[in-house]
């Protein structure tokens, strides 16, 4: 009989710890000796399967290492996806967008207002796969942690060029300041 490889082992550590935290060295010690990639089989049970897994960017009462499965996740998962975003892709995008959220402006090492950490940058989706986006450049947008799960299937289509204009004359004069100033220390060179 085939052993189990290191995502099967998490999963059934995970189903026998529902509701409670578990750490990052009890996750790596599930997915047993000389296992690496212990976090991209959590993420992939989480983003690809659909599993409940809340962290800490999910919820200030948990500290950075430290999960926690919610509920029972579903039987099947509602879509299947496939590993597509490279690390060239990835790299392209972070450096189109200037290493900056796209949502919120901030960049890595600052502090997220939100949660008091240290900004992480993540590689999203304009349009999200579940509802039919491509992993492509032009769908694809750097966000912060905080943003990145805002996001998650509720934000709609890139705004037009034109749209944007509109909403910023729209906007009072000291919104159209901040607006100028984030575009200018956005540009700077």
């Known amino acids: 009989m085939r052993k189990p490889g290191s995502k099967e082992l998490i999963r059934q550590f995970l189903l026998a710890h529902i509701g409670q935290v578990v ?11 000389g296992v690496s990639e212990w976090a991209r089989r959590v993420r992939e049970l989480r983003d690809e399967e659909g599993w409940p897994i809340i962290t800490h960017n999910d919820s200030t009462a948990l ?6 499965l919610k509920e029972k996740p579903p039987e099947k998962p509602d879509v299947k996806f496939m590993r597509g975003i490279s ?8 450096d189109r967008n200037g290493f900056t959220c ?4 901030l960049t890595p090492g600052d502090i997220d207002p939100a949660t008091n950490r240290k900004v992480r940058l993540h590689v999203g989706h304009v349009k999200d796969k579940s509802l039919g986006g491509l992993d492509d450049l032009s769908n694809l947008r750097t966000l912060c942690s905080t943003c990145n799960q805002g996001a998650k299937n509720i934000t709609g289509e890139k705004p037009t060029g034109i749209w944007l204009l509109s909403q910023v ?5 000291d919104e159209q300041r901040a607006v100028f100033e984030w575009l200018r220390k956005k540009f700077a060179e």
Not at 63 to 68: A, D, M, R, T, V
Not at 87 to 94: F, P, Q, S, T, Y
Not at 102 to 105: D, H, I, L, T
Request: net charge positive; proline share 3%; glycine share 12%.
């Open 102 to 105: 796209q949502m919120c402006g």
């Open 87 to 94: 690390a060239k892709l990835r790299a392209e995008v972070l």
């Open 23 to 33: 750490t990052s060295i009890q996750l790596r010690n599930a997915a047993g000796t």
């Open 63 to 68: 500290k950075p290492g430290e999960y926690i």
């Open 169 to 173: 004359r729209r906007a009072g004069q």
